[in-house]
């Protein structure tokens, strides 16, 4: 999971909700592992920023990519 940088320099810290499972991140990626197989809901938040919501399936035994744009508010 990877918001996409600020149009700035400044660092942008984050949260990435999967379920009852938050991690939070700095500016770059994050890597959730044993993610369970099929339709997730992945939240994306980050002070400052308009949250994303984006809906993911997982394929079993793979792994997935997911990007999001967090504009400002």
Do not use: F, H
């Amino acid at each position: 999971m990877v918001p996409e940088p600020p149009d700035d320099d400044s660092t942008v810290s984050y949260t990435v909700l999967l379920g009852a499972e938050a991690v939070e991140g700095l500016q770059g990626a994050t890597r959730l592992q044993r993610v369970p197989a099929g339709k997730l809901r992945v939240y994306i938040a980050s002070e400052g920023q308009q949250s994303a919501i984006v809906d993911v399936d997982v394929p079993a035994n793979g792994s997935i990519a997911v990007r999001a744009r967090l504009p400002k508010r």
